[in-house]
């Protein structure tokens, strides 16, 4: 199997094997990457690189205190630190028991408390929760930093190696010390089967279309047609597009939901390392390309999300707001390996229509719309909502930019 997809985010890694799927979908045919089969033999042109390691695999079998040793072991250690090197977040290698959780996502549903998270200078640090899981539930928010699962310390720990403690069957328990704003804080998730259904869709007030897209899943495009299909029947006077907290996913999924909003036009352009570009471009097929809009971001919307929200706003298609989104943009490939694991390397970068990389900067919304501090005795604003709502019918609306970071003296 060889896909792309926006695996992750600016330092994103997907947690394939406990916290979320649903994201390894479409390898799109511009790659000008060739991958082959197995291996049998090094290359000619690689045997004097490779020669001490073969030397070191020798030795270590030989005259290693602790015989035998594993190979398995060893093999997942050369290829992790071959990859580490390229000092790169999202490239990283699946061992076959992570492979085959991440192809159990593909099926739909998974086990789990359905978290994104990225890892961010040894920590692993909360991106969104997935719409209706146990993570939201419990409270997980954006950039709460996961500190230890069942007592024991994530701080510094491999990804693979994190979610291998948090996943767990259904019905199950895992206890999470969690930091948020400097002050640490104690969750029991019951973990459960997670169903990744992607879009919902309603209308609002005013004949005012809404909907969700929670995640660029493998069902993602006809799940959108279908809901177009439902509310553009009502012909209505404008249509809200939520993309907050929704961590991206397929590229070619993101290629064809764009198209349903965008007329002719240019979509994301890639661009790969040796200088070639290809461009993904819309039709004028799509379902909603007329409708006043209006797309709220915060900063959770990453990847595929950034992809649609960065075309639509570069196209002047619709307004965006909210928060600034996350800003990841690479795309990588995933590619299945003969011992039953797999590979995420990145192979290119994306920049919107007017060649903007949204990497670790994010898209910057028309309106800043900030959210209301949550209390325990009130039911929050959708401030972002009702923003979009009021643009929609013509009213005013203020946009609040964040306050400026002041940088430390030296």
């Not at 764009?258 to 200088?275: K, S, T």
Request: no cysteine; aromatic share 6%; charged share 20%.
């Amino acid at each position: 199997m060889n896909t792309k997809s926006f695996t992750g985010m600016s330092v994103l890694l997907l947690l394939i094997i406990g916290f979320v799927g649903g994201y390894f979908v479409g390898q799109s045919p511009w790659a000008p990457y060739a991958f082959f089969g197995p291996a049998t033999t090094t290359p000619d042109e690689a045997k004097d690189a490779f020669s001490p390691f073969w030397e070191v695999w020798n030795l270590v079998h030989a005259r290693y205190y602790q015989q035998p040793v594993d190979d398995e072991l060893l093999t997942k250690g050369a290829i992790d630190g071959m990859l580490a090197v390229l000092e790169d977040p999202h490239t990283r290698y699946l061992s076959p028991s992570d492979e085959e959780a991440a192809r159990e996502t593909m099926s739909g549903e998974f086990q789990g408390i359905g978290a994104e998270v990225e890892a961010v200078e040894d920590q692993i640090v909360v991106v969104s929760p997935i719409e209706g899981s146990p993570a939201e539930a419990a409270g997980l928010k954006p950039g709460d930093i996961l500190r230890q699962a069942d007592g024991v310390d994530l701080t510094g720990m491999d990804v693979s190696e994190a979610a291998a403690l948090v996943r767990g069957p259904a019905g199950t328990a895992v206890h999470l010390l969690i930091e948020r704003d400097g002050e640490q804080i104690e969750l029991d998730i019951v973990r459960d089967t997670i169903a990744l259904k992607s879009v919902r869709s309603e209308m609002l007030d005013n004949n005012i279309a809404y909907v969700r897209l929670a995640r660029f899943g493998n069902q993602s495009g006809k799940e959108m047609a279908d809901a177009l299909e439902t509310v553009m029947a009502n012909n209505p006077s404008g249509l809200i597009l939520d993309l907050r907290h929704n961590p991206g996913g397929s590229l070619d999924t993101a290629v064809s939901i764009a198209d349903q909003f965008l007329p002719q036009g240019v979509i994301l352009r890639e661009q790969f390392g040796d200088g070639n570009e290809n461009l993904y471009e819309s039709t004028d097929k799509g379902l909603a390309e007329n409708v006043p809009l209006a797309v709220l971001i915060d900063e959770g919307s990453a990847s595929a999300s950034e992809v649609l929200a960065g075309a639509i706003q570069d196209e002047g298609r619709g307004v965006l707001i909210g928060q600034t989104s996350y800003g990841k943009g690479t795309v990588q490939t995933w590619q299945s390996l003969s011992n039953g694991g797999g590979v995420r390397l990145t192979i290119a970068r994306w920049l919107t229509p007017n060649k903007t990389w949204v990497n670790q900067a994010g898209l910057t919304p028309d309106y800043f719309i900030p959210l209301p501090e949550l209390t325990a005795d009130a039911e929050p604003e959708d401030t972002q909502l009702q923003a979009a709502e009021d643009f929609l019918t013509g009213q005013e609306i203020i946009s609040i930019p964040p306050a400026p970071v002041e940088e430390p003296e030296s």
